[in-house]
């Protein structure tokens, strides 16, 4: 009622100014009409000439003789900055500006506009993302995400003082989406870790978006940075890194039962610096009081602290691989077992994989999900126990915390944190030198993991490792590992003692029949047993590595007939005609 007032005074007063001044009445601009009657004022303004002063004097003359209540300076000022920016004369610009004398600019289209101040690109997989200046610093997120929308509500909003209506942002979305997509330049988008020409990048993630740079000669701290960081919710910034530190420092705050253990934790962390894989999975066991869970979160800190830094078993693959697209380390705490599907979702995540999903509302389209990640896993019992998993893995047994050794909370987290700028100090360190040494490893003989364990082996030199140290101990893990895998299955005993005096021959169901013969009926009835003859065979083939370390090799093969029968055979190798690699071989140095 007030503005109508207002606006009804205004009139009254201008039609009697206009009526005796001989003039053309000029009509007031009520509440609502403000921006867009201004803009539209400026538009024509630009047309003419005027440059940004001319049209804000032009403007503030206007606002302060037409508007029902007059707009605030500032308003009238960013709305001269912005028509001010279009080329003199340019119809578009005017209509992409505000209104002319043909139509109006609508909402969507000053959303597009508005979006086009971001730097707009694509990755690889044709994922559209937006990298904009927001409180200084460059933020990059993908169209589609909540936050980019969020920007472009409130620069929407800075402009008009209004909000735009959720079909507008659909609309200008899909627009600037496709603009990424056909018109925008091709990026490469990572989470916490980059590479960049040789370099490896760190993302801190802190509030100034610290990144450090990594390569043979060093390590530094930079802002200006070659490479696209997403930075999902659940980040958390890690400190500053300070040289002069010692790897050692870590040590405290990890229960490690001995040597080759605190070997197979440094080397999981060191790979967790490199932008690709494949990483090694690192299998927590130990009873209650272990401190597997605190032991995770430490790791997991040294590299990617989250919010949510442990997480319970995922319900599916999909799940799963979500957590990985927003995260850079994977941690899967207290977990009873690993079934089939999730062991071999694992499988995927360590070595590189991913999973196809309909998209929303589509038919035909497809959202694909893939990731290589850092992955841990705590529990009590052995969880990896099939043999392609456990051929991944890095197992780790903790050891019970005397009472004298135990800390509260509070206290210990105080102290990590403290010691935590050094450490990644140190680490960086290692990294720097595992890159300088990289071109002169090669290893005689490559084991599952390859790249894995030739970085680690050119990390030696900078952790003060001896010579073919790492190899010794990881070659002692796998076959600890390949112990727990034969211990786990239902048909390696069963095997072992079918081949105990001569090799066996035949098909998968007779195969099978043998076997049932051999075992009592608890475990026939057990879910694992193979209950007909391809899902023996596909048992066999998972099980066929971790027997051929013991001098068992299963063998997959044709009959000699016309009907060519599946065969299998089973026979012990003796030690001049075993395949199995030894322990004792080591990389050699090319000068």
């Known amino acids: 009622m007030k503005d109508e007032l207002l606006y009804e005074i205004a009139s009254k007063r201008e039609r009697q100014s206009s009526k005796k001044a001989g003039t053309k009445f000029a009509e007031p601009i009520p509440e609502g009409r403000r921006n867009t009657e201004l803009a539209s004022i400026a538009g024509r303004l630009r047309n003419r000439g005027m440059n940004e002063r001319e049209t804000l004097e032009a403007l503030l003359k206007e606002n302060d003789q037409r508007c029902v209540p007059p707009l605030d300076a500032t308003e009238v000022q960013s709305i001269a900055r912005s028509i001010s920016r279009y080329a003199i004369g340019n119809s578009s610009s005017t209509a992409r500006g505000a209104r002319d004398s043909d139509r109006d600019e609508t909402v969507a289209e000053r959303l597009v506009r508005l979006g086009g101040q971001a730097s707009l690109f694509h ?8 990298t904009v200046s927001h409180t ?4 990059t997120w993908a169209i589609r995400s909540s936050d980019f929308q969020l920007w472009l509500t409130h620069q929407f909003w800075l402009e008009t003082h209004s909000a735009p209506s959720t079909s507008a942002l659909k609309d200008a979305l899909g627009v600037l989406e496709a603009k990424a997509k056909f018109a925008g330049e091709t990026h490469k988008v990572f989470t916490r870790i980059g590479e960049h020409n040789g370099a490896i990048y760190l993302d801190l993630a802190d509030e100034e978006r610290r990144v450090v740079e990594i390569t043979p000669a060093g390590w530094r701290i930079i802002k200006q940075v070659p490479v696209k960081f997403r930075r999902p919710k659940g980040m958390r910034p890690l400190p500053g890194p300070v040289s002069g530190g010692n790897l050692d420092e870590l040590r405290p705050f990890l229960n490690v039962a001995g040597e080759e253990d605190w070997m197979m934790m440094v080397a999981w962390l060191l790979a967790g610096f490199r932008s690709h ?3 090694p999975l690192a299998a927590l066991h130990g009873e209650q009081g272990s401190a597997k869970t605190t032991t995770a979160r430490v790791l997991r800190a040294v590299i990617d602290p989250n919010t949510a830094p442990v997480r319970c078993e995922p319900r599916d693959s999909r799940d799963l691989m979500i957590a990985a697209n927003n995260g850079w380390v994977i941690v899967l705490d207290n977990l009873s077992r690993v079934s089939e599907s999730l062991s071999d979702a694992l499988c995927r995540l360590s070595t590189g994989g991913g999973i196809s999903m309909r998209a929303l509302y589509t038919d035909t389209d497809e959202t694909i999900l893939n990731a290589q990640r850092p992955v841990v896993l705590t529990g009590i019992e052995d969880l990896a126990t099939r043999g392609d998993l456990l051929d991944r893995s890095l197992v780790i047994y903790l050891p019970r915390i005397d009472s004298s050794r135990r800390m509260t909370e509070r206290n210990f987290w ?7 700028p050094l450490i990644l100090g140190a680490l960086l360190t290692v990294v720097a030198g595992a890159l300088a040494e990289l071109p002169r490893v090669e290893l005689d003989h490559l084991p599952r993991l390859a790249d894995f364990a030739t970085w680690i082996t050119a990390a030696e030199p900078a952790l003060g490792w001896t010579h073919r140290a790492f190899l010794k101990a990881f070659m002692a893990n796998r076959q600890q590992a390949n112990s727990v895998a034969l211990e786990g299955s239902l048909l390696a005993a069963p095997i072992l003692k079918l081949i105990e005096k001569d090799l066996w021959s035949g098909t998968a169901e007779q195969l099978l029949r043998r076997l049932d013969a051999m075992v009592d009926e608890q475990t026939k009835r057990h879910p694992e047993w193979p209950r007909t003859a391809r899902a023996l065979a596909g048992a066999l083939r998972r099980l066929s590595p971790c027997l051929l370390p013991i001098g068992v090799k299963i063998q997959f ?25 030894s322990e004792g071989t080591g990389p050699t140095l090319r000068s």
Do not use: V, W
């Not at 200084?136 to 933020?139: F, I, K, L, P, T």
């Not at 105080?414 to 935590?420: I, T």
């Not at 299998?568 to 003796?574: D, E, G, P, S, Y």
């Open 414 to 420: 105080a102290e990590f944190e403290n010691a935590l």
């Open 277 to 279: 894989g494949p990483y």
């Open 557 to 581: 093969g044709r009959a000699n007939t016309r009907e060519r029968t599946r065969l299998i055979t089973i026979q012990r190798l003796t030690p001049s005609t075993s395949s199995a690699p």
């Open 136 to 139: 200084g610093c460059a933020e």
């Open 123 to 130: 990755d690889p997989d044709k994922q559209a993302y937006a």
